[in-house]
């Protein structure tokens, strides 16, 4: 990993934007690559111990890569940025209980080294994953990125009244029905019923339900978010 040129560019944007940095550490992606989704989730049961040992290598990669990064460039960085995405469009990925014996002590670990060098950390993780919230707050996570509200489970009011106090959350403009189908108008009108909900009490950074502004988004509906988010979103 090159981390001599991640000063240089962050510095140049500091000043007007949150900086993410830091690998993206996608250690569960990893594993199902590595394993395959079916053959990891069995060998949770069957074997645990080789899912630990996959599990700790990938993290250890990850990690060794991030303090490299925040060795060279931390106080120019504000957010360290990770991603796993444990929720499907009908709950999440796995139990809390299979979450809490495998995932949560490394994303503790994660969390753990953004905030020794003084970052917030954020994970993006996409689908829905509401059960697995109380863990994440657990976890140490400051913030979860993309939330997916046409996802079973991941009703704004419930998210905001259950945990609006413990987490801030990041997007919930629906990519999928809204952004990408609608008209500019319906665009406005949704972004505006989002904000009233989610703004309230702050902890909230109102953005896509993905990772970024998918490419078959309407040009028009990206001004429409954006200019509705400007007019309504203020305190």
């Known amino acids: 990993m090159d981390v001599s040129l991640i000063r240089q560019e962050a510095e140049k944007y500091q000043a007007k934007y949150a900086i993410l940095g830091g690998d993206w550490s996608p250690f569960f992606h990893d594993a199902v690559d590595l394993l395959g989704m079916d053959v990891l989730f069995l060998k949770m049961y069957d074997e645990p111990e080789l899912v630990?040992?996959?599990?700790?290598?990938?993290?250890?990669?990850?990690?060794?890569?991030?303090?490299?990064?925040f060795d060279a460039a931390a106080s120019a960085l504000d957010i360290f940025?990770?991603?796993?995405?444990?929720?499907?469009?009908?709950?999440?990925?796995?139990?809390?209980?299979?979450?809490?014996?495998?995932?949560?002590?490394?994303?503790?670990?994660?969390?753990?080294?953004?905030?020794?060098?003084?970052?917030?950390?954020?994970?993006h993780c996409?689908?829905?994953?509401?059960?697995?919230?109380?863990?994440?707050?657990?976890?140490?996570?400051?913030g979860l990125h993309a939330v997916q509200p046409s996802s079973d489970g991941m009703d704004l009011p419930t998210l905001k009244?259950?945990?609006?106090?413990?987490?801030l959350f990041n997007g919930a403009i629906d990519s999928h029905h809204v952004l990408i189908r609608g008209?500019?108008?319906?665009?406005?009108?949704?972004?505006?019923?989002?904000?009233?909900?989610?703004?309230?009490?702050?902890?909230?950074?109102?953005?896509?339900?993905?990772?970024?502004?998918?490419?078959?988004?309407?040009?028009?509906?990206?001004?429409?978010?954006?200019?509705?988010?400007?007019?309504?979103?203020?305190?």
Request: some cysteine; aromatic content about 12%; proline content about 5%.
């Open 52 to 69: 630990d040992a996959v599990l700790q290598h990938v993290v250890d990669f990850y990690v060794g890569v991030s303090q490299r990064i």
């Open 126 to 142: 996409c689908g829905g994953y509401a059960p697995l919230i109380p863990q994440m707050i657990e976890a140490g996570l400051d």
């Open 183 to 235: 008209t500019p108008e319906f665009v406005r009108q949704e972004t505006h019923k989002v904000l009233d909900i989610m703004k309230t009490g702050g902890g909230y950074v109102a953005g896509a339900s993905h990772d970024y502004i998918l490419e078959e988004t309407p040009v028009e509906n990206v001004f429409a978010m954006f200019d509705a988010i400007a007019e309504f979103g203020a305190y």
């Open 81 to 123: 940025f990770i991603g796993n995405d444990f929720g499907t469009q009908r709950g999440p990925v796995m139990s809390p209980n299979l979450f809490r014996r495998f995932m949560l002590p490394h994303l503790k670990r994660l969390s753990r080294l953004g905030h020794a060098y003084g970052l917030k950390v954020m994970m």
């Open 161 to 167: 009244r259950s945990f609006g106090d413990k987490i």
